[in-house]
């Protein structure tokens, strides 16, 4: 037995990085997996094809979040290919460009909230109809410590995703009796590579700053993705749990 047994989740973004490992991880614990796209479709096919060799069920779907209607019909083609099957979503698509907030511009600003925040809204309200006919389910939005912490260049980006904890506590409270569970995974910093030569500073701060003693991996997101979908996590919604190697619980002052 594995901890996703019988289940099917789409996870958004999942054409690299941290959502690669999110459906890498969940396709391990025996969920068939809706790998989520908008442009990096090689990337995708990649991780559907090291899923379905490791004798696993996976497809690749395309879909631009910024259209809602396009969030629909995601939800609508995961559902399809899975013979009327979901039972997980994973909001992890998202954008993070650093602009400084006196020289931002509205339209930046609403790429990045249009991106990161109301897709999530859009797939979730989707997701949670569906789910709400056939027995319920679990929506994880991943987060930041960014939310609470926020970075200079990044007041866009933080502002969604403090409106991304909210809104899961929010929908956890809406949708609990229909028996989903929504919860949210706010990740530290995450290594990916060339990160220590593009920001060396950052990355040797922030080892000095985390009593783990070092970076996150994309695979510790996922673990707790996982969790979060899985009966271990049956009595926790409305949470934001913490990926973060310690660092937000050193002392600012």
Same mark, same amino acid.
């Given at each position: 037995?594995?901890?996703?047994?019988?289940?099917?989740?789409?996870?958004?973004?999942?054409?690299?990085?941290?959502?690669? /490992?999110? &459906?890498?991880?969940? /396709?391990?614990?025996?969920?068939?997996?809706?790998?989520?796209?908008?442009?990096?479709?090689?990337?995708?096919?990649?991780?559907?094809?090291?899923?379905?060799?490791?004798?696993?069920?996976? $497809?690749?779907?395309?879909?631009?979040?910024?259209? @809602?209607?396009?969030?629909?019909?995601?939800? %609508?083609?995961?559902?399809? =290919?899975?013979?009327?099957?979901?039972?997980?979503?994973?909001?992890?698509?998202?954008?993070?460009?650093?602009?400084?907030?006196?020289?931002?511009?509205?339209?930046? =600003?609403?790429?990045?909230?249009?991106?990161?925040?109301?897709?999530? #809204?859009?797939?979730?309200?989707?997701?949670?109809?569906?789910?709400?006919?056939?027995?319920?389910?679990?929506?994880?939005?991943?987060?930041?410590?960014?939310?609470?912490?926020?970075?200079?260049?990044?007041?866009?980006?933080?502002?969604?995703?403090?409106?991304?904890?909210?809104?899961?506590? &929010?929908?956890?409270?809406?949708?609990?009796?229909?028996?989903?569970?929504?919860?949210?995974?706010?990740?530290?910093?995450?290594?990916?590579?060339?990160?220590?030569?593009?920001?060396? %500073?950052?990355?040797?701060?922030?080892?000095?700053?985390?009593? /783990?003693?070092?970076?996150?991996?994309? @695979?510790?997101?996922?673990?707790?993705?996982? #969790?979060?979908?899985?009966?271990?996590?049956?009595?926790?919604?409305?949470?934001?749990?913490?990926?973060?190697?310690? $660092?937000?619980?050193?002392?600012?002052?």
């Amino acid at each position: 037995m594995t901890l996703l047994d019988g289940q099917t989740a789409l996870v958004t973004g999942a054409g690299g990085g941290i959502g690669r /490992a999110i &459906a890498l991880r969940f /396709a391990q614990q025996g969920a068939a997996v809706a790998v989520h796209c908008r442009t990096a479709f090689a990337a995708a096919t990649d991780v559907a094809e090291r899923i379905r060799a490791a004798g696993g069920e996976a $497809v690749v779907l395309r879909a631009d979040l910024t259209d @809602e209607a396009a969030c629909r019909r995601l939800i %609508e083609e995961t559902t399809a =290919w899975s013979a009327g099957r979901l039972t997980a979503l994973v909001n992890n698509a998202a954008v993070q460009p650093v602009q400084p907030l006196p020289r931002m511009t509205a339209g930046d =600003w609403r790429t990045v909230v249009d991106t990161d925040l109301t897709s999530v #809204f859009a797939c979730t309200q989707a997701a949670a109809a569906h789910m709400r006919a056939h027995g319920g389910g679990t929506i994880t939005h991943i987060a930041s410590i960014e939310a609470g912490h926020p970075a200079p260049g990044h007041a866009h980006y933080s502002a969604a995703k403090a409106a991304v904890v909210m809104h899961a506590r &929010a929908a956890a409270l809406e949708y609990g009796p229909d028996g989903i569970r929504v919860n949210t995974v706010s990740p530290g910093l995450i290594d990916r590579p060339g990160l220590a030569e593009a920001w060396p %500073e950052g990355v040797r701060r922030w080892l000095a700053a985390a009593p /783990a003693g070092r970076l996150g991996r994309p @695979e510790d997101v996922a673990d707790a993705c996982v #969790f979060l979908a899985s009966p271990l996590a049956s009595w926790i919604t409305g949470h934001d749990l913490v990926v973060d190697g310690g $660092v937000t619980a050193r002392p600012t002052w």
